[in-house]
């Protein structure tokens, strides 16, 4: 069923926009576990996602929140194409973790966005990163590809029925460019899933990486985006983190 889904998703992408994929994944890496810490800008770049995956072969396993698994049609297909649950609000989170782990070992490809949420930084940047697949990737000792994506917020709206509805006719006839970047391995050198804190700068490290992949993408739009979305709030409240040439993160 995923399978079908992933083609699905790369025949429906191109009718609301003009997908451009950029692959620097190293060929050694290709067919084994990777983690893909993609960011997150709107409720289309998930599909966008998708469609790259099967343009470049991936099927990857996506840590998806635990309201979409409630829902009636999307709860059960994800369910069935084996997508990971994860309940932020409860103890079960940690259940999240033990089964992206196992998955990596089995020889997957787990899909998953460090900030948990659509950012609501007013430039679109990401976000602060939470830690879950920065302990993921040092526990599982798997290369981490940084995704960044562009352009897919202009695709659909944030929220509201009609305005996602308007927002894709509109698509459905400009076709917006929608980029998704898949970068180098994340250097995580020097850092132990055992010793405390150093998720955090794992974290650091991935929300860089994936920031620089996002800069060329961007480069006309640097500051704030050319489509602003009036159905999305804004919020500085996660701030925007960098990495330090230690891995520590520094607020900026």
Same mark, same amino acid.
């Given at each position: 069923m995923w399978r079908v889904l992933l083609a699905l998703a790369g025949v429906v992408a191109p009718l609301f926009c003009r997908l451009r994929v950029v692959d620097e994944i190293p060929d050694e890496l290709r067919g084994r576990p990777l983690i893909l810490a993609c960011n997150h800008i709107g409720t289309f770049d998930p599909i966008a996602l998708v469609a790259a995956c099967w343009r470049r072969g991936m099927a990857p396993r996506i840590l998806a929140t635990g309201g979409l698994f409630r829902t009636p049609v999307v709860g059960v297909a994800l369910r069935r194409c084996g997508h990971i649950r994860v309940?932020? @609000?409860?103890?079960? $989170? =940690?259940?999240?973790?033990? @089964?992206?782990?196992? $998955? =990596?070992?089995?020889?997957?490809?787990?899909?998953?966005?460090p900030e948990g949420r659509i950012t609501l930084h007013p430039g679109m940047w990401p976000e602060r990163a939470r830690s879950g697949l920065a302990r993921l990737a040092l526990a599982g000792g798997v290369p981490v590809i940084p995704v960044s994506q562009w352009g897919a917020h202009e695709v659909m709206a944030w929220h509201g029925w009609l305005s996602m509805v308007t927002r894709l006719s509109v698509s459905l006839w400009r076709r917006p460019v929608v980029w998704v970047r898949f970068g180098m391995p994340v250097d995580l050198a020097g850092l132990d899933a055992t010793v405390p804190r150093h998720a955090v700068y794992a974290a650091a490290r991935i929300t860089s990486a994936v920031t620089e992949g996002l800069r060329p993408l961007r480069e006309a739009e640097p500051s704030l985006p050319r489509y602003v979305d009036p159905t999305r709030p804004v919020s500085v409240a996660r701030g925007f983190v960098s990495a330090q040439e230690d891995g520590r993160p520094s607020r900026v």
């Open positions: 309940n932020r @609000s409860d103890s079960s $989170a =940690v259940d999240a973790l033990d @089964s992206a782990l196992a $998955a =990596v070992r089995e020889g997957s490809v787990v899909a998953g966005y």
